[in-house]
């Protein structure tokens, strides 16, 4: 295949800045190409990726040309990124150029028009002032992750609502629906809950409601949902009063350290933990463990890091593509690090359920929810933020596959001062099938 051209000069320079074949073709704005085999191409569309690769060379400054459209790959977006994985991965993590390397990029830049100031970053880039994990600065990095459109969810969630990951029970059946695996999670984490008529149950983040709807509906509890989100919130109220069950249904848009209504006989708090941050966690924890009565029972549901953090967080401060696009101040912890601040409140760990794979599915499901509805999303949210949303399920996926993040439920309970816990001696058949 030919290399002439833009993409025959960028596909030059990133094989001796790597020692190793492109992962995948390029094609780049003058229609040239570089690269071989089958499989998907990565498309330059303009120079001013490149400019903005040149001032920001790492995954932020891929980032903003895929947001901005000036990236863009044709064919299996999943296949493309698996296939860049690694190099993306050694590009945050290694050193910066050499003298020669830097001369180099420069001299390619110049031959192809790219040299120039920097760019504005896309407007969807998330840019965050006051004190971290301040409940302000809170509401305002759930804003831009959540207030976005309540279409463009329903567009990419489905008629469910649910933004966690979904429980398979029935394989590869086509006639199981992201509808019904998402009603089965939900009922999962009420039988964990051990939930009753006439309990109160306290969802912490409940999204757009669909838990705590579940929950009354199937199990007569009185449910109060917290979310930080209005938009969620005055869905979540419109839902609540359409289903009939405003009388056992409450909606807060409120901060979860603003609720002091407890005791509660069950919490859950799904997805939500991922928000908080390390130094949140032992106010979270300690303010769960207060609202909930001794015997109740807690489930938290969330992403977890698995082993170290990657080397451009850990040594280099790099932000990446999820925090300044998607989770804006999230912090991901291990699963031995969310035991170990769950058992520092107070709480007994009684099982731990991982569903990574269960993950990875449901993000699929999404990405095709995405793409079937384009049109309808990018009405919503603007093009810029549907690009976001498409590659940050995608990568999610991969990530998911490759190990290198996972989900847990772990069900904890809060023991009576004498030691009792109220759980049942033995495991119910169907908590961690």
Not at 171 to 194: F, S
Not at 236 to 264: H, K, M, T, Y
Not at 406 to 416: E, K
Request: proline residues 5%; neutral net charge; contains cysteine.
């Amino acid at each position: 295949m030919s290399s002439a051209g833009a993409a025959g000069r960028i596909g030059a320079l990133i094989e001796r800045l790597l020692g190793r074949p492109l992962p995948l073709r390029i094609r780049t704005w003058d229609g040239a190409q570089a690269g071989s085999g089958d499989g998907p191409v990565l498309v330059v569309r303009s120079r001013r990726a490149l400019r903005r690769l040149l001032w920001q060379p790492d995954e932020i400054g891929l980032a903003r040309g895929w947001v901005a459209g000036e990236l863009d790959v044709d064919g299996d977006l999943e296949e493309a990124l698996s296939r860049l994985d690694d190099t993306v991965r050694e590009l945050n993590g290694r050193p910066k150029l050499t003298a020669a390397e830097r001369a180099e990029v420069l001299r390619v830049a110049v031959t192809l028009g790219a040299v120039g100031p920097p760019l504005k970053p896309p407007p969807e880039e998330a840019v965050l002032s006051g004190e971290r994990h301040s409940k302000k600065r809170d509401r305002a990095a759930v804003s831009h992750h959540y207030d976005v459109g309540n279409d463009f969810y329903e567009t990419v969630l489905g008629p469910s609502l649910v933004y966690s990951c979904a429980y398979w029970t029935r394989g590869d059946d086509p006639d199981y629906t992201l509808e019904d695996a998402q009603r089965d999670k939900n009922d999962l984490i009420c039988r964990k809950l051990g939930l009753e008529p006439g309990m109160r149950l306290l969802d912490v983040g409940c999204g757009w409601g669909s838990l705590v709807l579940h929950a009354a509906r199937e199990y007569g509890v009185r449910a109060v949902g917290v979310t930080v989100s209005t938009a969620q919130a005055d869905y979540a109220e419109r839902r609540v009063a359409d289903s009939g069950l405003g009388d056992l249904v409450q909606i807060r848009n409120d901060d979860w350290r603003d609720v002091v209504d407890g005791p509660f006989d069950a919490i859950a708090s799904v997805g939500m933990a991922e928000h908080l941050g390390a130094q949140s966690w032992p106010a979270y924890v300690d303010r769960l463990h207060e609202l909930l009565r001794p015997g109740g029972r807690l489930l938290n549901h969330q992403i977890v890091r698995k082993g170290r953090p990657p080397r451009a967080t850990s040594l280099r401060g790099r932000r990446t593509f999820i925090d300044a696009y998607v989770f804006p101040d999230g912090e991901l912890l291990t699963t031995g690090e969310v035991v170990n601040r769950l058992e520092a409140g107070g709480f007994e760990i009684r099982d731990v359920h991982a569903l990574r794979e269960h993950y990875a599915r449901t993000l699929r499901h999404w990405v095709m929810n995405l793409e079937a509805g384009w049109d309808r999303a990018v009405s919503s949210a603007g093009e810029g933020r549907a690009r976001v949303w498409r590659l940050y399920m995608a990568g999610s996926a991969v990530s998911f596959d490759a190990g290198r993040i996972g989900v847990d439920q772990m069900l904890a309970v809060r023991l009576h001062d004498d030691g009792r816990s109220d759980m049942p001696m033995v495991r119910p058949v169907g908590w961690s099938a």
